[in-house]
């Protein structure tokens, strides 16, 4: 029997410390995933994820008494007899249980599996990052590397679960003591006491404060590798003057890459009627435009918003970018009262939300909805 009535000290400092910040990391990513104007947060706190995971893989090799990877219960017919007994364990584990070793094994691969997918789709798809010469070549394959990325996060997201789950049957059925251990560091139990050496103080310092200047550095700079952004700023004044002189006198100016080819050539063949007003323009000026737009149109984009705009309009004739369906999709969220307040006015007026519309960007971190 253990003797209940002696503590022993089993996560060192700089374990509990990793652990708080990990919740913290996994936490601001799995919320912030959801919106696109936050996705630079998302990418900060996904980073700072795997530097965690990569210094807890150097600490399981460090001879750490309960924390290294060959003090772990690897063995499969010890889960079993772990789990097929849950709620009347034959054993008591002071460090990780069999089910808890299994758990944090996955953790650890598959957090460090969803950061990298992530990074691959933070580059094919926004051109942004370490990845974001990949925006060239794999474009296409955007949404297979985003839905990659989403299979991995989950699996991941469901074996934090089960963890929590695992802690609650310790608290609840099992009265133990896990949860307030990685506060205090210590469990009742009658065990060696963790004790570290000077080495492994170093590597447990260097640990948490190299995670959480990482963090500070990714949050307060987006000019890093890891963040930066790899779209061009297209000055279309230099680009086609005659186009930014004709195509933003009525209106701002819509980047080409938005609608498709055929959506220009419908538009630039009938300016007459240009959504009830007459934008016509002299024959040799029409065709230097037109032929312009029909080179930069969609089909010759590498751009997320335009891939996804020609993908959902499915060839129909559509020339308004606001009645396309991913763009109806995208915006379906927003109030309509805002679309109609003073700083926006109308729908089409992309550049009150998306700082940077004119010059051909897009990104998810400019996007600022005005306040009212
Ligand atoms: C005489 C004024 C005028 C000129 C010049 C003009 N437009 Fe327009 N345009 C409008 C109006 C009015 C609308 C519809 C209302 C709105 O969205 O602003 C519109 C809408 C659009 C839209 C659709 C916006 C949406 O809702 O998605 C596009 C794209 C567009 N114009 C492109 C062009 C291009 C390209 C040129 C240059 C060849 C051009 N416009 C020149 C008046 C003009
Ligand atoms: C009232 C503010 C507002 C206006 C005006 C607006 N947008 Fe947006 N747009 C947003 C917001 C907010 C999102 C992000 C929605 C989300 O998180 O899913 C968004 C998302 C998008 C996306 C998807 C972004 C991505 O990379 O996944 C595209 C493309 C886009 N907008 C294009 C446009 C275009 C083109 C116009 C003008 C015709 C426009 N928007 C007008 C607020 C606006």
């Known amino acids: 029997m253990t003797d209940m009535t002696k503590k022993t000290f089993v996560w060192s400092i700089f374990t509990r410390i990793f652990h708080i910040l990990l919740i913290i990391c996994v936490s601001i990513a799995y919320i912030t995933s959801d919106f696109d104007n936050l996705l630079s947060f998302h990418a900060a706190f996904g980073y700072t994820m795997v530097v965690l995971f990569l210094f807890r893989i150097v600490w399981g090799f460090m001879n750490v008494r309960y924390s290294k990877f060959s003090d772990f219960t690897f063995n499969l017919h010890d889960l079993f007899d772990y789990l097929t007994h849950i709620f009347h364990p034959k054993k008591s584990y ?30 094919t798809q926004e051109g942004m990052g370490i990845f974001s010469f990949l925006n060239h070549t794999y474009f296409k394959e955007m949404e297979l590397f985003e ?38 560091g210590t469990k009742n139990a009658n065990a060696t006491n963790l004790i570290l050496t000077f080495g492994q103080k170093i590597f447990g310092f260097v640990w948490v404060a190299t995670s959480i200047l990482f963090l500070l550095y990714l949050l307060s700079s987006s000019d890093n590798p890891l963040l930066k952004d790899g779209n061009t700023h297209i000055n279309y004044e230099q680009e086609h003057a005659l186009f930014f002189e004709e195509c933003s006198s009525c209106h701002i100016l819509y980047p080409p890459f938005l609608l498709p080819e055929n959506s220009w050539k419908i538009m630039m063949n009938n300016l007459e009627d240009h959504f009830g007003d007459d934008a016509s323009l002299e024959e040799v000026d029409r065709l230097s ?84």
């Open 94 to 123: 002071i460090g990780h249980n069999p089910a808890a070793s299994w758990a944090v094994v996955a953790m650890i691969i598959l957090g460090i599996l969803t950061g990298m997918s992530g990074a691959l789709v933070y580059g």
């Open 147 to 184: 839905e990659l990325h989403e299979v991995i996060a989950n699996a991941f997201m469901l074996v934090v679960l089960a963890h929590i789950a695992g802690v609650l049957v310790d608290k609840f059925v099992h009265k133990g003591d896990a949860i307030t251990s990685m506060i205090d």
């Open 289 to 372: 435009i037109k032929n312009y737009l029909l080179s930069h149109a969609a089909q010759h984009s590498t751009k997320e918003s335009a891939l996804k705009i020609m993908q959902s309009m499915k060839n129909k004739d559509t020339i308004a970018i606001t009645q396309t369906p991913y763009w109806i999709q995208r915006h379906k969220n927003i109030d309509k009262a805002l679309f109609q307040s003073a700083k926006v006015q109308k729908k089409s007026n992309c550049k009150a939300c998306h700082k940077n519309f004119e010059h051909g960007l897009l990104n998810d971190k400019d996007i600022h909805l005005p306040k009212e």
